[in-house]
């Protein structure tokens, strides 16, 4: 069964910056396309951004972190990455690793249980 465990949430100073990671188990990685979504207090959970299944694969972002954020994935580490740079208190939020089937890109049936990002002003 596939499992998710993200790490590197904390708290930061706006204009700094954040590595998260999101390891994962129980299946072989690189027969998922991997996400990463956020959801801010009183706010639905919303799309950051997603990598094919291979390393260096077509990514999406959202448009409010284009150019800010980064994401990637180490294929024999089996980990995904959320670089995020230049934060803000906005972005303050508990961040959500998700995976889909290769044969289900669009559908994230697996998910971590989050891990808290604090951009203070």
């Known amino acids: 069964q596939v499992q998710l465990v993200e790490s590197g949430g904390g708290l930061v100073q706006a204009g700094g910056s954040l590595k998260l990671s999101c390891t994962f188990s129980?299946?072989?990685?690189?027969?998922?396309?991997m996400g990463w979504f956020r959801q801010a207090p009183g706010k639905e959970r919303e799309f950051v951004a997603s990598i094919a299944t291979w390393s260096g694969g077509t990514t999406n972002y959202a448009d409010f972190v284009r150019g800010r954020f980064t994401i990637s994935r180490d294929n024999v580490q089996f980990i995904a990455f959320l670089q995020m740079k230049n934060l803000q208190p906005e972005d303050t939020a508990v961040y959500y690793c998700?995976?889909?089937?290769?044969?289900?890109?669009?559908?994230?049936?697996?998910w971590g249980r989050g891990t808290q990002v604090t951009v203070s002003s």
């Open positions: 129980g299946s072989w990685f690189s027969n998922y396309f």
């Open positions: 998700a995976a889909a089937r290769l044969t289900s890109p669009g559908q994230f049936a697996y």
